[in-house]
């Protein structure tokens, strides 16, 4: 059965950072590319970031692109989520997922299965 845990949201100020963790387990990992996306309240789901089954390309959303930065370990079947400069407007639920058929390039939910539980991100002014 196909897991995903996050870890490493929290409370952070303005401008500082925090790294997320995405731990994945029942199936191979290092075959399929990951996505980050978030939820803030009231809101629809929103694409972060995606990146290949190598780690070799990443694509971001606009609202987060030169402050994030996506990255992968296939030996220890991690994504992680760098995220620098935070800003208010980041506060939401972190969600990872997965990219059976793409290249961690699509920004629809539609194009990734299977969620982790999220992290709670919360950036205070």
């Known amino acids: 059965q196909v897991q995903l845990v996050e870890s490493g949201g929290g409370l952070v100020q303005a401008g500082g950072s925090l790294r997320l963790s995405c731990a994945a387990s029942?199936?191979?990992?290092?075959?399929?590319?990951m996505g980050w996306f978030r939820q803030a309240p009231g809101k629809e789901r929103e694409f972060v970031a995606g990146?290949?089954?190598?780690?070799?390309?990443?694509y971001y959303g606009d609202s987060v692109k030169g402050r994030f930065t996506i990255s992968r370990d296939n030996a220890k079947n991690t994504v992680y989520l760098l995220m620098n400069s935070l800003k208010p407007e980041d506060t939401a639920v972190y969600y990872c997922?997965?990219?059976?058929?793409?290249?961690?390039?699509?920004?629809?939910?539609?194009?990734?299965?299977?969620w982790g539980q999220g992290t709670q991100v919360t950036v205070s002014s």
């Open positions: 997922t997965i990219d059976y058929v793409g290249s961690g390039n699509g920004k629809s939910e539609r194009d990734y299965e299977q």
């Open positions: 029942g199936l191979t990992f290092s075959r399929y590319a």
């Open positions: 990146i290949n089954w190598t780690g070799s390309r990443t």
